[in-house]
């Protein structure tokens, strides 16, 4: 049992993270231009508009939530003079509205794949493993956070927290995590399957982030009613100037016949014998 909790506790979570740098590393090199969520809002916007919103939103404040529940410690709100019951009742407003509003975002958004038949011919088979994995981190997230509010609850702040800190310090504290509830084991377990899943699949685009716009140029647009002058030419009249025609469509003035000299010799008919 002592070698299994090594290998879950002080070992699993450093080939996670190996596989999620590595793996994002090579897909940037090699499919650089699967870095998309592969959208499928031709197919469908009106769910999509509802759903995508409430996910991404939602699973932001959760990833906000852990790394102050995780990365701050206790020590910390102490001499801010924060309370552990005002912390936890905060937690659990806070972190349980945001994870209702990821898990019914992504009800809506797996509803609208298996609705719509266009996006669910659209679905790939990364996709069919890491939805369902990222619902079951979601369920066991909120159970996790409903059950820090009963009484006598588990301080995750003394075990998971101080777990998941020494991790960085290369000195994992396989212990803590190995006496934490199954509750929280599982969501931790759970979390680092969908983190070595990360680069194969959709959700790689997280770690896209469109920094070209702060740089870009703007775009000029221009109206085809309206046309074009320079800032430089002076202005016109309301009149559209006619265009000069171009050497190929323009005609050459006809060239007038010259008169004929008196001595020419002229024909029965009158004409030049010249011409």
């Given at each position: 049992?002592?070698?299994?909790?090594?290998?879950?506790?002080?070992?699993?979570?450093?080939?996670?993270?190996?596989?999620?740098?590595?793996?994002?590393?090579?897909?940037?090199?090699?499919d650089?231009?699967?870095?998309?969520?592969?959208?499928?809002?031709?197919?469908?916007?009106?769910?999509?508009?509802?759903?995508?919103?409430?996910?991404?939103?939602?699973?932001?404040?959760?990833?906000?939530?852990?790394?102050?529940?995780?990365?701050?410690?206790?020590?910390?709100?102490?001499?801010?003079?924060?309370?552990?019951?005002?912390?936890?009742?905060?937690?659990?407003?806070?972190?349980?509205?945001?994870?209702?509003?990821?898990?019914?975002?992504?009800?809506?958004?797996?509803?609208?794949?298996?609705?719509?038949?266009?996006?669910?011919?659209?679905?790939?088979?990364?996709d069919?493993?890491?939805?369902p994995?990222?619902?079951?981190?979601?369920?066991?997230?909120?159970?996790?956070?409903?059950?820090?509010?009963?009484?006598?609850?588990?301080?995750?702040?003394?075990?998971?927290?101080?777990?998941?800190?020494?991790?960085?310090?290369?000195?994992p504290?396989?212990?803590?995590?190995?006496?934490?509830?199954v509750t929280?084991?599982?969501?931790?377990?759970?979390?680092?399957?969908?983190?070595?899943?990360?680069?194969?699949?959709?959700?790689?685009?997280?770690?896209?982030?469109p920094?070209?716009?702060?740089?870009?140029?703007?775009?000029?647009y221009?109206?085809?009613?309206?046309?074009?002058?320079?800032?430089?030419?002076?202005?016109t009249?309301?009149?559209?100037?006619?265009?000069?025609?171009?050497?190929?469509?323009?005609?050459?003035?006809?060239?007038?016949?010259?008169?004929?000299?008196?001595?020419?010799?002229?024909?029965?008919?009158?004409?030049?014998?010249l011409?």
């Amino acid at each position: 049992m002592t070698h299994l909790r090594i290998a879950l506790w002080g070992v699993l979570p450093y080939l996670a993270l190996t596989v999620l740098v590595a793996g994002s590393l090579w897909r940037y090199h090699y499919d650089r231009f699967g870095f998309t969520t592969h959208s499928s809002q031709l197919h469908e916007s009106r769910l999509l508009g509802i759903g995508g919103p409430l996910f991404h939103y939602g699973l932001i404040f959760v990833f906000a939530g852990h790394v102050i529940g995780l990365l701050v410690p206790e020590s910390w709100t102490d001499r801010l003079h924060i309370g552990e019951s005002f912390y936890h009742a905060n937690a659990l407003l806070a972190g349980g509205t945001a994870g209702l509003a990821a898990v019914t975002g992504l009800a809506v958004l797996l509803w609208r794949r298996l609705r719509v038949p266009a996006v669910r011919r659209a679905t790939s088979r990364s996709d069919r493993v890491v939805y369902p994995l990222l619902a079951a981190v979601l369920l066991a997230g909120l159970t996790v956070t409903a059950g820090g509010a009963l009484p006598g609850a588990y301080d995750y702040r003394t075990g998971v927290s101080v777990w998941f800190r020494s991790l960085f310090t290369l000195d994992p504290q396989v212990t803590l995590m190995a006496q934490a509830p199954v509750t929280y084991q599982l969501h931790a377990l759970l979390a680092i399957a969908l983190f070595t899943l990360w680069p194969f699949s959709r959700l790689v685009h997280a770690f896209t982030a469109p920094l070209g716009y702060l740089t870009r140029p703007y775009i000029l647009y221009r109206s085809r009613t309206t046309p074009y002058r320079h800032p430089a030419s002076p202005p016109t009249s309301g009149k559209p100037r006619r265009r000069p025609p171009s050497r190929k469509t323009a005609t050459r003035p006809a060239t007038p016949a010259r008169p004929l000299p008196e001595h020419a010799p002229r024909g029965r008919d009158g004409r030049s014998e010249l011409g």
